[in-house]
T-cell receptor, first 112, second 116 residues
Framework: QKEVEQDPGPLSVPEGAIVSLNCTYS??????FMWYRQYSRKGPELLMY????GNKEDGRFTAQVDKSSKYISLFIRDSQPSDSATYLC????????????FGTGTSLTVIP | DADVTQTPRNRITKTGKRIMLECSQT?????MYWYRQDPGLGLRLIYY???????NKGEISDGYSVSRQAQAKFSLSLESAIPNQTALYFC???????????????FGSGTRLTVV
């Protein structure tokens, strides 16, 4: 079983829709959770990070962590064509030397 | 200029050849990483280095070697390239704030390597 599971999609939504992206994980010791956005032919860029359980909001983006269910989500409100990218979740334990485990990524297309 | 620069951007090489991918950064970060990205498998860690004298194997280090020439430079070598090393390779950096879960990686734009 992979440490981190992520539905690869592809996901296609109309502009203005609310998008929900999700990852599940198996290691209950994971404490730091991140979401990266990767445009075509580019490296991933950090979008959101959270520690332990709870929600974090940044503009149109909300990251949620439910440690009891080993489930994390990224919500995008009022989605825009510029949000079209692959979204990767990443997570790690505390004090493991910065080694993150990545999901395989979900490809999102927002149609104008 | 990009914070993390990878060269070359694209490379086609033949089976059995030695090839080096280079990475340099202007972030001033002490930690550097090499990942490969494959469809359906995501990003997998090859090697990482926390400072110039520190080199560590990652999840998939077989067939690869690295050199940390300076704080800002970290190169990845394929000693004898094989076709299943065809992938997108990323260099990344971070600083010690990562230990507290703050911040994350800064990635380069990647090197697309094809081994024929």
């Amino acid at each position: 079983q992979k440490e981190v599971e992520q539905d690869p999609g592809p996901l296609s939504v109309p502009e203005g829709a609310i998008v929900s992206l999700n990852c599940t994980y198996s290691n209950s010791a994971f404490q730091y959770f991140m979401w990266y956005r990767q445009y075509s032919r580019k490296g991933p860029e950090l979008l959101m990070y959270t520690y332990s359980s709870g929600n974090k909001e940044d503009g149109r983006f909300t990251a949620q962590v439910d440690k009891s269910s080993k489930y994390i989500s990224l919500f995008i409100r009022d989605s825009q064509p510029s949000d079209s990218a692959t979204y990767l979740c990443a997570m790690r334990q505390r004090n493991t030397g910065n080694q993150f485990y990545f999901g395989t990524g979900t490809s999102l297309t927002v149609i104008p | 200029d990009a914070d993390v620069t990878q060269t070359p951007r694209n490379r086609i090489t033949k089976t059995g050849k030695r090839i080096m991918l280079e990475c340099s950064q202007t972030k001033g970060h002490d930690r550097m990483y090499w990942y490969r990205q494959d469809p359906g498998l995501g990003l997998r860690l090859i090697y990482y280095s926390f400072d110039v004298k520190d080199i560590n194997k990652g999840e998939i280090s077989d067939g690869y070697s690295v050199s940390r020439q300076a704080q800002a430079k970290f190169s990845l070598s394929l000693e004898s390239a094989i076709p299943n090393q065809t992938a997108l390779y990323f260099c990344a950096t971070s600083d010690s704030q990562g230990d507290r879960g703050l911040g994350g990686y800064t990635f380069g734009s990647g090197t697309r390597l094809t081994v024929v």
